[in-house]
């Protein structure tokens, strides 16, 4: 198993570019998270999924758009990207709610500018 | 909204010497996780406390969970290098499917 996997590792953006993240995983989980992680700084939720076709918000969605149409993929959409994106995003997965451990992904390191 | 608070923010240890950081939540919480994020790696899971007052040992670390459920502590006896890193804990955020982190307390072990 793989466990999750996030492409790009790495992306250098523009402002007002787009870009999508991408965040796979095999384990058959159905909850899927995206956070951002500011240095210094915590797990900020972004948006997350409990199953195919369901997706909510979390803590700071603005600016970014998800969507759930398998199990295995949620992709995070950036538009028009600015410089307060700059972060670390992870994106993690688990077999159920809070009362199941997160598995996260490697990461991608964005930078805006 | 709900709070989960860490300190410290950072601990520079001594290899040897103990080092606890300790989280306290807004609210009285169902479980508590912790995490460990090694330097440019990603958050892996180490433990997660469910009963008021229990405590839980993984060989030098120590999770306390506290008898009203809303604090918890990670002690590290006798600091390794290789303990590096930085300690999150996670509670559920209310009654919904998301886990509200702490900022982490960041240690480094001057070997």
């Known amino acids: 198993n793989a466990g999750v996997t996030q492409t790009p590792k790495f992306r250098i953006l523009k402002i007002g570019q787009s870009m999508t993240l991408q965040c796979t995983q095999d384990?058959?989980?159905?909850?899927m998270y995206w956070y951002r992680q500011d240095p210094g700084m915590g797990l900020k939720l972004i948006y997350y999924?409990?199953?195919?076709?369901?997706?909510d918000k979390g803590e700071v969605p603005n600016g970014y758009n998800v969507s759930r149409s398998t199990t295995e993929d949620f992709p995070l959409r950036l538009e028009l990207a600015a410089p307060s994106q700059t972060s670390v995003y992870f994106c993690?997965?688990?077999?159920?709610?809070?009362?199941?451990?997160?598995?996260f992904g490697p990461g991608t390191r964005l930078t805006v500018t | 909204g709900q709070q989960v608070m860490q300190i410290p923010q950072y601990q520079h240890v001594q290899e040897g010497e103990d080092f606890t950081t300790y989280c306290n939540s807004s609210?009285?919480?169902?479980?508590i996780q912790w995490y460990k994020q090694r330097p440019g790696g990603h958050p892996v899971f180490l433990i997660q406390?469910?009963?008021?007052?229990e405590v839980k040992k993984q060989k030098r670390l120590t999770f306390q969970f506290g008898e009203a459920k809303k604090n918890s502590s990670l002690h590290i006896t006798a600091t390794q290098t290789t303990d590096v890193g930085t300690y999150f804990c996670?509670?559920?955020?209310?009654?919904?499917?998301?886990?509200?982190f702490g900022k982490g307390t960041k240690l480094t072990v001057n070997p």
């Open positions: 993690a997965s688990s077999y159920g709610g809070t009362s199941y451990e997160q598995y």
């Open positions: 384990m058959n989980h159905n909850y």
């Open positions: 999924s409990v199953g195919a076709g369901i997706t």
């Open positions: 609210t009285t919480l169902s479980n």
């Open positions: 406390l469910v009963k008021s007052g």
């Open positions: 996670a509670g559920p955020s209310g009654g919904s499917e998301k886990l509200v």
